[in-house]
Nanobody, 123 residues
Framework: QVQLVESGGGLVQPGGSLRLSCAASGSMLKVNDMAWYRQAPGKQREPVASITSGGSTNYADSVKGRFTVSRDNAKNTVYLQMNSLKPEDTAVYSC?????????????????WGQGTQVTVSS
């Protein structure tokens, strides 16, 4: 019923910038908290940034001051602006969203994941 699709990944030089997007699609949705995670080679998946439906944000210490998460509620889309990228930022970045789905007489809520987009920071 719900799909999350990321875009914007790619190859960038150290110090460069990328903006990731993640759009939730479906009918009769209420998108609550949204977040970005990443998984680097040989490491566990870790949270990067999150944003509530009201716009409150938090960040991993490793990206504070460099990354900015934002959202467009009208489009059910979350963005991750990544500046001053470092090789250590290389990872698959995945979108996460807590979504409520309204049926004719029901409401279900669960967390959905996108397939991920590769970000590679290399010279």
């Amino acid at each position: 019923q719900v799909q999350l699709v990321e875009s914007g990944g790619g190859l960038v030089q150290p110090g460069g910038s990328l903006r990731l997007s993640c759009a939730a699609s479906g009918s009769m949705l209420k998108v609550n908290d949204m977040a970005w995670y990443r998984q680097a080679p040989g490491k566990q998946r870790e949270p990067v940034a999150s944003i509530t439906s009201g716009g409150s944000t938090n960040y991993a210490d490793s990206v504070k001051g460099r990354f900015t998460v934002s959202r467009d509620n009208a489009k059910n889309t979350v963005y991750l602006q990544m500046n001053s990228l470092k090789p250590e930022d290389t990872a698959v970045y995945s979108c996460n969203a807590d979504v409520g789905v309204f049926g004719d007489s029901s409401y279900t809520q669960r967390v959905y994941w996108g397939q991920g987009t590769q970000v590679t920071v290399s010279s």
